[in-house]
């Protein structure tokens, strides 16, 4: 079994283990936003990818990628594609529970994610960031500095994810006689089989009846670390993401925990996704995609 970044590194910074990859999702959104055919628009990212002092470059447009070489700008462009769909999609999940009348969001390692500052929210949504102090820390400096203010009462939450953070959620006036909207973007690969059940299952009983979560999984995750694609953008980065990844052969596939907890699930591919937002997915993508899915279910 692969030893995680949450075994080898207590608190993790936004540079180093899983934080780096906070910073390199910051510079995929800002990259996407600058596009012409742009599928998201996170003004705050370009602040992040040129604060944090990170070792390896982190352009925020596809110009200064190019100025790295050939490489830097496939890996790079892929980076922001990939992740403008998935961000995309998951925007309008939060953003349609809203409108259904759901109060509160809770965004489960929420890293550099600034979706309390960026998306329209009804009149009196709380949104739950939870995360690592350091990154919390990082993020909340960035936000003063530039003077962000969120579109709906923000609570960054500092609590591990692998020990009891219902506590503190709850303590920062998480309620969960509330219908919650969860989401769980780019985490469940970094979790041990143990922590993403119990994760699950303090997920379901924090969920009133109408709630509902988003998140991406990724199947296979042993063959995925071995392929090309996967160590070339590992080796880009400088980041031992097989290390960082749990790989255990018996991991249970979030639908089916959820399924046993009475939910309704449901997928999609990326993929399919993409050509709906009229996005052709590149070839670094495209070789990775077929291990991804979103993954989507509601509490009756």
């Not at 949450?6 to 910073?23: C, M, P, S």
């Not at 470059?57 to 100025?67: F, G, H, I, N, Q």
């Not at 709906?276 to 993508?285: A, C, M, T």
Request: glycine letters at 8%; charged letters at 25%.
């Amino acid at each position: 079994m692969a030893t995680s970044a949450g075994q080898q590194n207590t608190g993790w910074d936004i540079v180093t283990g899983v934080g780096i990859t906070a910073l390199v999702v910051a510079a995929a959104r800002a990259i996407e936003s600058g596009r012409p055919d742009a599928l998201i628009d996170d003004p705050l990212a370009v602040h992040f990818a040129g604060t944090a002092p990170a070792h390896v470059a982190m352009p925020t447009t596809l110009a200064e990628a190019a100025r790295g070489g050939a490489e830097s700008l496939a890996v790079w462009d892929h980076q922001a594609s990939q992740l403008g769909v998935r961000t995309r999609r998951f925007d309008r999940f939060l953003q349609q529970a809203g409108e259904d009348g759901v109060t509160q969001a809770v965004i489960l390692a929420a890293g550099l994610d600034v979706r309390a500052h960026r998306l329209d929210w009804p009149s009196g949504f709380r949104l739950f960031e939870i995360d690592q102090p350091r990154v919390l820390a990082f993020k909340d400096q960035v936000l003063a500095q530039h003077g962000a203010h969120p579109r709906c009462t923000r609570h960054p939450v500092a609590a591990d994810l692998r020990a009891d953070w219902p506590v503190p959620l709850v303590e920062a006036g998480f309620d969960p006689a509330l219908p919650t909207v969860w989401l769980a973007e780019g985490l469940l690969g970094y979790l041990s089989r143990e922590a993403e059940e119990q994760l699950i299952d303090n997920v379901h009983e924090l969920s009133a009846p109408g709630s509902r979560i988003a998140l991406e999984h990724l199947r296979g995750i042993p063959q995925l670390t071995l392929e090309s694609e996967f160590r070339r953008v590992s080796l880009f980065f400088d980041v031992d993401l097989h290390e960082l990844m749990h790989d255990e052969d018996d991991r249970r596939d979030p639908d089916i925990t959820f399924a046993a907890h009475g939910w309704q699930v449901s997928e999609e591919h990326p993929e399919r996704v993409a050509e709906q937002y009229g996005r052709k997915l590149d070839p670094i993508s495209k070789a990775m995609a077929h291990h991804n899915r979103f993954v989507f279910a509601a509490l009756g």
